[in-house]
């Protein structure tokens, strides 16, 4: 969508910023993207054939606890290593205060 941003936030993550965006929608698009890599297999001339996952960390504002833009990649960050640390190739949610 117009208006959306993608960008490499470090070595192997990426931030995508959905304004005006409901949590039930970033959760959609996370669960599309997340289901589209890990139908694709890639040929590496050294690797030979490599199935590659992703994982996402949603988080969205207003909500409690989140009142900066730093909050807000923080509790993502948080939704991301718990999806990592559940067995990777999923979607996590921030889901308050309490769960950071």
């Given at each position: 969508r ?30 599309r ?60 949610v ?7």
């Amino acid at each position: 969508r117009e208006g959306d941003i993608i960008a490499r936030y470090g070595g192997e993550e990426f931030i995508i910023l959905l304004p005006m965006t409901e949590v039930g929608g970033a959760i959609d698009l996370a669960e599309r993207m997340r289901a589209q890599v890990a139908e694709q297999t890639w040929e590496h001339p050294s690797c030979g054939r490599l199935h590659v996952t992703i994982s996402f960390g949603v988080a969205v504002s207003p909500a409690p606890g989140i009142e900066t833009a730093d909050q807000l990649v923080l509790y993502a960050d948080k939704a991301l290593y718990r999806a990592k640390n559940n067995g990777r190739n999923r979607v996590e949610v921030y889901k308050g205060e309490s769960d950071g």
